[in-house]
Structures are given as C-alpha cells and as structure tokens.
C-alpha cells in the first residue's frame, strides 16, 4: 500500500497562468476526492469521484477550476485564469468500494499565486 | 462551509498530560472522524464514531458523541511529543447526496511540550 500520491508537492504561480495538479489514488480505490484547505481553516470539499463519474461539484469549484478522473484511475484538477484567491494546499483523497467511510489523504500540493 | 467547530483553537500540554478537544456541530450527521494533521503532511485518519454509538476506543484515544447537544470530543491520554498536530472533526451527512463527501472543522493545534 503506497498510500495516496499528488504531484507536484509545491507550485508557484503568476496570475493569469494556468495549473494542473495529479493525484494517484491507492490502488484499487474507486472513490476519488478534491479538497482544498487554506490557512488555519479545515479542509473543504470541492468535488468527488466515483470510478471515472464525477458526482458532485461543490459551489468553491468556479468554472475555473476543472476535474477530471480518466479511466477511473488518477485524476487531474486544473486551475486556469490562476487568481491569487486560489493560494491554498489542494487535498486529494481515496477510499475503497468496501469500508468507504474512511478517506485516506494524500500529503497535498501547496500552490502559491502571485 | 465549515460544519464543526472545534474547540480549543490552541491547547498546550506537557508530554504525559491528557488533551481534551471539543467539536461541535450544526446538522444531523451519520457518523463523525477525527483527523489529525501534522506540518506540512497530509491528514491520517484515527477514528470514526457513528451516530448511534456514544463512546469509543482505539488505543489512547477515546471519542464521545452526543447527538442530542451535536458535540463531540476527543481524549487523548498520556500525550507524547509526537502528538503535536492540529486535529479536525469531519462529519458526515445522512441525506442523500450529501452522504459521501466530509465536512470538516477549523481544528484544534495541540502542542505536547517534552
């Protein structure tokens, strides 16, 4: 179990620019998660996965921000028209088909605008 | 939007004290996690109490919940240096779509001093 991967660790940005995050998710686990978490704030939920389907897109993700889950594999979010509002750490999270309750999160990418 | 709120925003201990945290919470809930956080890393799940249960165990770690007032806390006895983290509730809804993302709390920064 190599636990819940994302890449890259830390972006740093200019305005305007566009970025796109990667998250591994452990093997196996069909449930996918994005969360965002900004200073001394909790995590925050920004738009699930089940297999390749996205279920639900919470009302943080503007039309900015895109997700996608190929293959129902890893998943990629992109921030495009990057705005300095968008500095936070992006969590990623999994959890398997059996015992989904629990989510397993991966160590995040800190992204900073400019 | 946050669900719980977790109460103290800061606690400092010595090493062989026991901390104790509260969350508190708004809606009706199907279970409730503890999450703890460490710098820089990811969150690692430590304990999941569900709606009809009113305690639980895992090792030093004991969770209460009481439906009725929407509070929960965590106890963690005989505290070492390696529990200096920040510990988040996450709640879980029981109504519909709802039902499969987390909603977290702002955290409790615990410091075990040695």
């Known amino acids: 179990d190599t636990g819940v991967s994302q890449d890259p660790r830390h972006k740093i940005t200019k305005r305007g620019q566009n970025v796109t995050f990667r998250c591994d998710p452990i093997?196996?686990?069909?449930?996918l998660y994005w969360y965002r978490q900004t200073l001394g704030q909790g995590p925050e939920f920004l738009t699930y996965f089940q297999n390749e389907a996205q279920l639900e897109k919470s009302r943080l993700l503007s039309d900015r921000f895109s997700a996608e889950r190929p293959k129902g594999s890893f998943s990629t979010l992109e921030i495009q028209r990057t705005e300095q509002g968008d500095s936070a750490m992006y969590l990623c999270a999994s959890s398997p088909f059996f015992q989904w309750e629990t989510q397993y999160f991966g160590p995040g990418t800190r992204l900073l605008v400019l | 939007s946050q669900q719980g709120e977790e109460d103290p925003q800061a606690l400092s201990i010595q090493e062989g004290e026991n901390a104790t945290m509260n969350c508190s919470y708004k809606?009706?809930?199907?279970?409730l996690q503890w999450y703890r956080q460490n710098s820089g890393r990811g969150l690692v799940h430590l304990i999941l109490i569900r709606s009809n249960e009113r305690e639980k165990h895992s090792g030093r770690l004991r969770v209460t919940l009481d439906t009725s007032k929407k509070s929960s806390s965590l106890l963690i006895t005989a505290s070492r240096a390696a529990d200096t983290a920040s510990y988040f509730c996450?709640?879980?809804?029981?109504?519909?779509?709802?039902?499969?993302?987390?909603?977290f709390g702002k955290g409790t920064l615990l410091t075990v001093n040695p």
């Open positions: 809606t009706s809930i199907n279970n």
């Open positions: 996450a709640t879980r809804g029981n109504s519909g779509g709802s039902n499969y993302k987390l909603t």
């Open positions: 093997s196996e686990h069909n449930r």
